[in-house]
């Protein structure tokens, strides 16, 4: 009887939380629709007397209202990409490995599994990744994610580049509304236009375009240093370790690949929330390759962030949670688990 009320509970609760973890979005919502009522109806077609700058200042609006919305779509519910099966234990060696109560063992034979995989990051021991609660080997630049299931999308290889491209054309949008809406706001202010119902709309969108754009532009200049170095949220605190140990530029392939290593290598589609980021979020570039390739590049291997020549290859792998399970956190090529950020809703 007990137990069956713990369970009611549990379940109770995590209801809950799916439910709360809707509010910001809810929020979201609300102010975006506020801000579209205030600006089209309020500001254009009540304010603005001139019907060119009227037409002007709707068409350019709504062309970037679509964007924004466009790409908050897809970073809420673009999927994220799951581990391959591959990298599950398998039914023998998960019961082996709990029945074994020697550490030592238990590190040895996650070495000898992740040996036929490619798997080239360690923990800060130099162990194999594991993760405990789905039994699986660690791809590389993948995390086990603790809130996908009350957040409502995690950030990594998926939908690195659609929450780029939302942070961008959301401080686009703050900031031409800001821009435009100015002028009428030192009107309204000055006592050059009638105090009506739309002054108060017109004030308050100044603000509220502001207060968002100012935070949003903290935000995205973060991602975007993030973006150039090809670094993850968490290899940004803590440099990724390597067979070889730790290497904060391991995945520094260049400003120009690490670019491409997000929005992809065909420039019609970098605007636009489309696909395009290469691979399939199982591997990625990595720069020790390219050294062992060209040693004259080994000279470069512990210069500070500010290089920007890394050039070739090596097979890493990343993934990304779909629920409670592993995520993958994107490297600003989010491959990015990648960076991997936290929930969009609560941008």
């Known amino acids: 009887m007990r137990r069956g009320w713990k369970m009611a509970l549990s379940g109770g609760l995590r209801f809950c939380r799916r439910m709360l973890a809707w509010v910001p979005v809810l929020v979201i919502v609300l102010v975006v629709l506020w801000s579209y009522y205030a600006y089209v109806f309020e500001m254009c077609v009540v304010t603005v007397a001139n019907t060119v700058e009227k037409v002007i200042y709707l068409a350019v609006y709504h062309a970037l209202f679509v964007f924004f919305i466009w790409t908050y779509w897809k970073s809420i519910f673009t999927l994220p990409h799951q581990p391959h099966q591959k990298f599950f234990m398998s039914y023998g060696d998960k019961e082996r490995y709990e029945n074994e109560e020697r550490p030592e063992v238990q590190k040895q034979m996650l070495l000898d599994i992740a040996k036929k995989l490619p798997v080239y990051t360690r923990t800060g021991n130099g162990a194999v990744r594991f993760c405990d609660r789905c039994h699986l080997i660690k791809p590389d630049r993948c995390h086990h994610c603790s809130v996908c299931s009350m957040v409502n999308n995690c950030i990594g290889f998926s939908n690195y580049k659609f929450f780029l491209q939302f942070l961008a054309y959301s401080v686009l949008y703050c900031l031409y509304i800001a821009t435009t809406v100015f002028q009428y706001f030192i009107k309204y202010w000055v006592g050059d236009l ?46 990724p370790v390597f067979l ?97 950020q936290g929930s969009v809703a609560s941008v």
Not at 200 to 227: E, K, N, P, R, T
Not at 256 to 262: A, E, G, P, S, T
Not at 294 to 300: H, Q
Request: proline content about 7%; some cysteine; aromatic content about 14%.
């Open 194 to 239: 009638p105090n009506t119902r739309s002054k108060f709309h017109v004030l308050f969108l100044l603000f509220v375009a502001c207060m968002f754009f100012v935070s949003l532009m903290i935000l995205f200049g973060y991602h975007c240093w993030l973006l150039s170095r090809n670094k993850t949220t968490l290899e940004a605190f803590s440099a």
């Open 244 to 340: 070889s140990g730790p290497d904060k530029n391991g995945f520094n392939l260049g400003f120009i690949r690490n670019f491409q290593q997000v929005f992809g290598e065909n420039k019609k589609l970098w605007l636009l929330p489309i696909g395009s980021s290469p691979g399939d979020g199982h591997s990625f570039p990595m720069r020790s390759m390219n050294e062992s390739q060209n040693p004259l590049l080994a000279n470069e291997e512990h210069w500070e962030d500010n290089e920007e020549d890394g050039r070739g290859y090596y097979i890493k792998t990343s993934q990304k949670p779909n629920g409670n399970q592993m995520t993958m956190r994107p490297t600003c090529n989010p491959k990015w688990n990648g960076p991997s």
